[in-house]
Structure formats: C-alpha cells, structure tokens
C-alpha cells in the first residue's frame, strides 16, 4: 500500500511539472505583449520598454520560467501585472466564492441525479424510466449559459425573488451569500446532474444483470430491497469517479457562469487576465485548477486501493 | 400668507424632498479597471471610474467637451507661447490630508515624462523641457515651442495631479483631490466611494457610489431590468435599447464618444498603397448599412477623422458616397478589373465584429474578396498595430482630438504625408482660435481627399439609467462616469 502510493506521488508530481511546462509554454506562445496591451495605441516605443523592463519581461523565457515556479513551491505566486498586487491574494479572495460555488453545485446535481436515476433503473423501460431520460437528454443538450439567462428571466426579472447578478460576499451572512449562489448553482448542477443521472441508471442496470443479484433474489429479497441493498451500493463505484471529474468541471465551467452572474470567483480572474494579458494571474490561477484536479484524482486513486486491494497490484 | 409662511412652506417642502432623495448610486460599465492609476495605463476604464472623481488635473473636460480651469483657476500664458504659469486653487488637499501644492504639480508632471515613465499618453507632455515651482501655489511650465494643445493636454485623465506621499500605492488606493474619496476595491465585483467632506469645490449631491463592472450583454440586460443597478453607462446591447426607452422606469441617453470608427488601410502595402484603389474602398462602404445593421441605428456618419460634435469638425461625406459603379471603375483604372482579395482582421467590440461582417459584403459587390479574422485585443495590438501585418481592419480611435496620429508614418496605416505633417507642426504653433480652425479644417480635408482610410462612423455610447437619475454626461469627450453633477429628483 506505501509502495503504491509512492508511485502514484512520483506520478502525480512529474504531471505537475508537466502541466507547469505546457501551461508556461501554451502562454508564451499566445501572440500579445502584455505591456504593450497595458498602455494601449498612444503609447510610445520608450514608455512600453519602461514598463516591459518593471514587470520583469525582459528576462529570458527558461529564466522567467524557473522563478515562477520556485516562487510557486515557496507561495509566491507573483505580482499581476495590470493588478499591480500578490496573485496569491488575489487567489485567496477569489477562491471563496468559485470552490462554494462549485461545491454547492456538486451537492444539487447529486441529490436531483441520484434519486432520478435510481428511480429510472428500477422504472426500466416503463414511463418513468422514459421520460427521466428524455428530460436527462435535454439537460445534457441543454448549455447551461443559456440555462442561465432562461431561469434569471424567470426567477430574477418576472418573480424577483432573486439578484439577477452579484454576490454580497460571505460578510453579509451565510444565507444572503448562498441565495446569490443558488440561481448560478443550479444552472451549473443540472447539466451535471443530467450526465450524472443517466450513469447512475447504466451503472444500476448493469449490476441488476449480475449473479450476486440473482442470489441476493434467490435468498428472498424483493426486487426493491435488492436493489438498494447491493445494486447500488455497488454502482457508487463509476458513479463516484465521474463525480471527481465533475468538480473539476463544475470550477472551470464557472468561466462562463460566473460572467453570466457576475460573480467575482476564479473564471471571471481568469476571463479578466487573459483578455488583459495578466500573464502571470492566468498562469497561476490554471496551475492551481490543475493541482486541484491532479489531487483530487491522487486521492480518489488512493481511496479506490484502500478499498480494493486488487486495484494495488494492476498499477 | 405672509412672505414668511411661504418661505416656511417651501423650505418644508424643500427638506422633505431632500429627505426622501437617494444619495447613493451603483453604476456599471462594461470592462473593469485592471488598477487604479490613469497616470500608468491605457484602459479605459481607469478613467470611467476615477476621472474627476477621485482624480483632476490643472484643467479638466465638461460633459460638452470643453476644457476648463481644474486645480489651477487661472493661467497665464509668455509672449511667444512657451512659458504657461498656472495659477492653483487655495485650500485643495488629497484625500489623505496632504496639502496640493505646486510641488505636487511639479512631481505629476517629471515623474510623467521621465525617461522610465510608464504614463500611456506620455506624447502629452513630450514639449514640455521644465516645470519649475515658483511659489507653493504658482507653478511654471516652459515648453520648447508654442503648442495650441497643451491646456487640452493637461485636462487627459493621464495628466492628472498625484502626489509623491501616496504614489507607492497608487495602482490600488487612488488618492487624489477629487470630489469622491475612493474607499474599496473588491477585485472583479466593485469599486466604492464615498463623498469627500472636505472638497474645494461644490459638495456633490451623491454621498456614496459604487461601481459594477458587467460585460456580458445579457446580463448587463437582467442587472438593469431587475434594478441592480442604477445606471448602465456605455451599455452593450443596442438591441434591447427600445425596450428601455419604452419601460417608464428608465430613461435612455444616447450620446458621442471621441471614437472615430474607421475601416484602416495599410497605405504602406499594396494595394493600398495606390490612392485609386482606397478611394474605391472608401465609395464602396454604405455608411447606414453599417449603422443601422451592426449598431442598431446608433452612430453619425463621418468623412473623416474627427469628431463631428467638435466645432471645428468640416462635413466630408460627400467626397466618399456610396456609388459600387464608381468604385469598379476606380479598381479597374487602378489595374484590378477583377479585384484582389486581403485581409480583414476584426478586434472583439461589435462595432468590428458586425460591422466587418456588413463590409466584407459591401467590399465583394465590387469585386474585393477579404478573408476575416477576429483577433483578440492583445492579438490586435502586436499583428496589425505592432507588425503592421494586415490590409484591412476596423477600429474605433477614441482618443479625444487625436488626428495627429496621421502625422506619423510609423502608426500602423502607415500615412504620414510630409504635407500633412507640415500642417501638424503648424496647427502645434498657432495658438489663435481661428488659425487653429483653419488649419484643422485643411489637415481633415487633407486625409479625406487622400482616402487615407474609409471613415465610417462615430461611436456612440447609450445610457440606460433609472428615472429619476439627471446628470450623467451625455457625450464622452473623455471616458468618464463624472458622479460630481448627479442627483436623484425623487
């Protein structure tokens, strides 16, 4: 068990240097001098040298490379360029509203997908089953920007019962916080939830096809206590790791919700720096996504091998 | 009733109606500032949310764009034109408690024409060879040559008065001498600020404001409908404008900005290089079509590149109509019967995007092919402004004033006649109004005979903002949400 989790920490930290490699190489190549971008149309040759020369763009690619990154591994992400202030800070401050977000939506996509898909498994072939998934096919065909702009229509501009944009900041209370998070969540989760329903109804169908379900008939259970019994707990296993992939997919697609609602989360420093060029805020805010996916999918790994020794020996 | 219960009644009224009035605000923009100081970037939005706000400078703009005293009330002006002595307001203090002095003005100005400046506009104050403090409230600024420009220079919000205590920290606390105090910045959310109890000037009637920064077109549309904002300044959805104008709870202004928005040429590249061939461009464009399809009827034509709300801007439409027959005709004599194809290369605002979309057509019904590419800003800024590597592309040049930009050959459409250049040094000479009108007269005339680009529309700017809101400019001549005249009437 140590040995295989010391390989997959040897995995996990040479894709970090990878990651760290391309995301560097990825932005040094997007055409636009940041400097240039900073001071616009009037400015003169001289001016854009000056400011290239205080924001450390003179240095060479390899050089500018390595004191990102050890300044990473000692928590100094850097200084934004049109911010003009700690990216670390920036992150920090950031953070709060997209990982509550995120986490928020993770919670709503799995309490409509589980019931729902359990429901259509045990419903098979039946009405229920048939328009769970005809609603789950127009979820997952659905974009949830435009879902987005749908429920703000109804729920902010007709019934006002919601902000249509903003978030008051977690200073205002935790509820007032969670009600401007509520609308942009659920426009994120119910996408989710429509994949995440429709693996829960595969992953259920194909253990109720299985021996031990047979047996578990055999030894009297009824159709419904089997399948809550050992059907599902048993279809948890794809069910979980595509709900690892989610959160991860949650924070990013917050790019777009979060511009949809106005809110000051991590996408919308993304969106921001790379229209601004804040090449240093776009490099650290994606390193961090991809550390937090990286570690994320370890831990998942680990768990998976604590659980089921078989798994420790194929990897 | 006495004289006096009538003044009793009215004061009453008085009162009570300023009781029951809103003083505070929440205005959006589209972009957020990327900091805090106009004195070290080009965005904009710097200037939208600061400029005579929290900021001023020896002279400032009015909404209609005229330049008048700012800090210093008076100024008076050597013989030849090259020693301006400005005289500063008494009292004026930063918003940190330090005094404005003439020092300050001194410091403002080195430190933005310094060799290691980073100030975006720092043209503006290339002539100017001392600043010399005369007394703490009189300060001399020598030039090295008359320029008819220089009290319009020192009203751009890149030549506003900072001082050396607080410029450490300038990018993210403003402090300036302006009516509001800059109180918080919560990145990528808002700006707020708040009155300033001690201002030289007239107390603003708003005591608090806080600025949103709201870029996506639908949910600039869902802020202002569900009331989250007070007032939309530059609004991005001209299509939802007439429901607005419609809806009894918002009133909708619809101004002019400084910008020119022009279908550049690279004069330095064949084909453009060849006069025949722009003048074709130019007859090819349908300036309506262009407004009334991407702008949804928002823009006034214009002939060239000046701003058609300025006084001294000259009428030119009629040397570039739209006549596709003539057009044809000028490529043939030019040597293309059958057209070429070039590029058209769009930056993001919808004014390029849409409007590039109409040009590309109107350009292939008289033989000209464009391939398009929609570039990002920074993408735009290194290609086309940078490399100069485009034939065409459409821009919008919202400086105010800036049709000096074709005196340099190097700028990316690459003009600068020696001729034109001439009437530039000239117009930097004379000081007199009606010199000066004639000769911007023959520089306008000049660029639109040389069909220097095709000259398409200036840009407006809509205000959506609640009914009882008066004050907000209605033109830009300068980006700025100018909060010191707004007040709330109900």
């Given amino acids: 068990m140590i040995r295989f989790a010391l390989r997959r920490l040897i995995s996990l930290t040479l894709s970090l240097i990878v990651a760290s490699i391309v995301i560097f190489a990825v932005i040094e190549i997007i055409p636009g001098d940041p400097a240039a971008f900073m001071l616009g149309v009037n400015a003169r040759p001289d001016t854009v040298a000056a400011l290239r020369e205080e924001l450390g763009l003179t240095a060479s690619a390899p050089a500018r490379y390595l004191a990102w990154v050890t300044g990473m591994l000692t928590g100094d992400f850097g200084t934004s360029y049109t911010y003009k202030t700690p990216v670390a800070g920036m992150i920090a401050d950031r953070i709060w509203v997209s990982f509550p977000l995120a986490i928020y939506a993770l919670i709503l996509s799995t309490l409509i997908a589980f019931p729902a898909g359990i429901y259509a498994a045990a419903r098979r072939g039946r009405l229920g089953d048939v328009s769970v998934m005809a609603a789950t096919q127009l979820g997952v065909a659905v974009p949830n920007f435009w879902f987005a702009m749908i429920i703000v229509s109804i729920f902010s501009?007709?019934?006002?019962?919601?902000?249509?944009?903003?978030?008051?900041?977690?200073?205002?209370?935790?509820?007032?916080?969670?009600?401007?998070?509520?609308?942009?969540?659920?426009?994120?989760?119910?996408?989710?939830?429509?994949?995440?329903?429709?693996?829960?109804?595969?992953?259920?169908?194909d253990m109720l096809n299985e021996d031990f379900m047979r047996t578990a008939r055999a030894k009297g259970l009824s159709r419904r206590q089997a399948l809550w019994r050992h059907a599902v707990r048993n279809a948890m296993i794809p069910v979980l790791t595509i709900l690892g992939l989610q959160f991860a997919f949650l924070l990013a697609g917050g790019i777009i919700i979060e511009q949809v609602f106005y809110l000051p989360g991590l996408g919308r420093l993304i969106f921001q720096s790379i229209q601004a060029r804040d090449l240093i805020v776009v490099e650290s805010v994606v390193m961090l996504l991809v550390f937090t996916v990286i570690v994320v999918n370890f831990a998942v790994d680990i768990a998976y091998a604590a659980v089921d020794p078989r798994l420790r020996g194929r990897r | 009733m006495t004289i006096r219960t009538t003044l009793t009644a009215s004061l009453l009224a008085l009162t009570a109606g300023m009781a029951a009035a809103q003083t505070d605000i929440t205005v959006a923009i589209q972009l957020e500032p990327p900091n805090l100081d106009p004195t070290g970037g080009a965005a904009q939005a710097i200037d939208s949310v600061l400029y005579s706000n929290v900021f001023e400078g020896l002279t400032r703009f009015m909404a209609d764009?005229?330049?008048?005293?700012?800090?210093?009330?008076?100024?008076?002006?050597?013989?030849?034109?090259?020693?301006?002595?400005?005289?500063?307001?008494?009292?004026?203090?930063?918003?940190?408690?330090?005094?404005?002095?003439?020092?300050?003005?001194?410091?403002?100005?080195?430190?933005?024409?310094?060799?290691?400046?980073?100030?975006?506009?720092?043209?503006?104050?290339?002539?100017?060879?001392?600043?010399?403090?005369?007394?703490?409230?009189?300060?001399?600024?020598?030039?090295?040559?008359?320029?008819?420009?220089?009290?319009?220079?020192?009203?751009?919000?890149?030549?506003?008065?900072?001082?050396?205590?607080?410029?450490?920290?300038?990018?993210?606390?403003?402090?300036?001498?302006?009516?509001?105090?800059?109180?918080?910045?919560?990145?990528?959310?808002?700006?707020?600020?708040?009155?300033?109890?001690?201002?030289?000037?007239?107390?603003?009637?708003?005591?608090?404001?806080?600025?949103?920064?709201?870029?996506?077109?639908?949910?600039?549309?869902?802020?202002?409908?569900?009331?989250?904002?007070?007032?939309?300044?530059?609004?991005?959805?001209?299509?939802?404008?007439?429901?607005?104008?419609?809806?009894?709870?918002?009133?909708?202004?619809?101004?002019?900005?400084?910008?020119?928005?022009?279908?550049?040429?690279n004069n330095g590249m064949a084909p453009f290089d060849n006069v025949l061939v722009r003048q074709a461009v130019s007859l090819a464009i349908d300036r309506d079509a262009i407004i009334n399809g991407a702008m949804f009827g928002q823009g006034t034509p214009i002939g060239t590149h000046f701003a058609p709300h300025n006084p001294d801007y000259l009428d030119l439409l009629e040397l570039s109509p739209h006549d596709p027959e003539r057009a044809r005709e000028l490529l043939a004599e030019a040597g293309f019967p059958d057209g070429f194809t070039t590029t058209l290369k769009l930056p993001p605002p919808s004014y390029a995007r849409r409007g590039g979309e109409i040009i590309a057509s109107q350009l292939r019904a008289v033989g000209i092919e464009t391939?398009?590419?929609?570039?990002?800003?920074?993408?735009?800024?290194?290609?086309?402004?940078?490399?100069?590597?485009?034939?065409?592309?459409?821009?919008?040049?919202?400086?105010?004033?800036?049709?000096?930009?074709?005196?340099?050959?190097?700028?990316y459409f690459q003009y600068g006649d020696p001729a034109f250049v001439a009437i530039m040094d000239e117009l930097n000479a004379t000081t007199?109004?009606?010199g000066r009108t004639a000769l911007l007269h023959d520089a306008q005339r000049m660029i639109s005979e040389n069909y220097v680009n095709g000259y398409l529309f200036e840009l407006a700017i809509a205000t959506v903002a609640k009914a009882g809101l008066s004050g907000l400019w209605l033109n830009q001549p300068t980006a700025s949400v100018d909060l010191t005249g707004v007040s709330w009437s109900n």
């Fill in chain 1, 157 to 205: 501009l007709k019934l006002g019962w919601f902000n249509a944009i903003g978030f008051p900041g977690w200073d205002a209370g935790f509820w007032p916080a969670i009600k401007a998070l509520t609308l942009p969540a659920i426009a994120l989760a119910l996408p989710q939830a429509a994949i995440l329903a429709r693996v829960m109804r595969s992953s259920l169908l």
């Fill in chain 2, 65 to 265: 764009g005229s330049v008048v005293p700012g800090l210093a009330h008076s100024w008076d002006i050597s013989e030849g034109g090259t020693v301006y002595t400005f005289n500063l307001r008494e009292g004026v203090t930063f918003h940190d408690g330090t005094t404005m002095d003439a020092e300050d003005v001194k410091f403002s100005l080195d430190r933005a024409r310094a060799e290691d400046s980073t100030n975006a506009q720092k043209g503006l104050f290339a002539g100017i060879t001392d600043v010399t403090v005369v007394d703490p409230l009189t300060v001399q600024v020598t030039l090295d040559g008359p320029n008819g420009m220089f009290l319009f220079n020192m009203a751009w919000g890149d030549a506003v008065i900072v001082a050396p205590e607080s410029i450490e920290t300038i990018a993210s606390n403003p402090i300036g001498t302006g009516a509001f105090v800059f109180d918080e910045w919560v990145q990528g959310d808002r700006i707020e600020m708040s009155r300033n109890e001690s201002y030289w000037g007239d107390a603003p009637a708003l005591e608090s404001a806080t600025f949103k920064f709201i870029s996506d077109p639908t949910a600039a549309f869902a802020a202002v409908m569900a009331e989250d904002v007070d007032a939309f300044v530059g609004f991005p959805a001209p299509e939802n404008l007439p429901q607005f104008e419609a809806d009894p709870r918002f009133q909708v202004l619809s101004g002019n900005t400084e910008g020119e928005t022009i279908l550049a040429m």
């Fill in chain 2, 371 to 411: 391939e398009i590419t929609n570039v990002e800003w920074a993408q735009w800024l290194e290609e086309v402004f940078g490399n100069k590597d485009y034939g065409l592309t459409i821009v919008s040049h919202t400086e105010p004033m800036d049709i000096g930009i074709y005196a340099n050959p190097d700028y």
């Fill in chain 2, 432 to 434: 007199d109004p009606e």
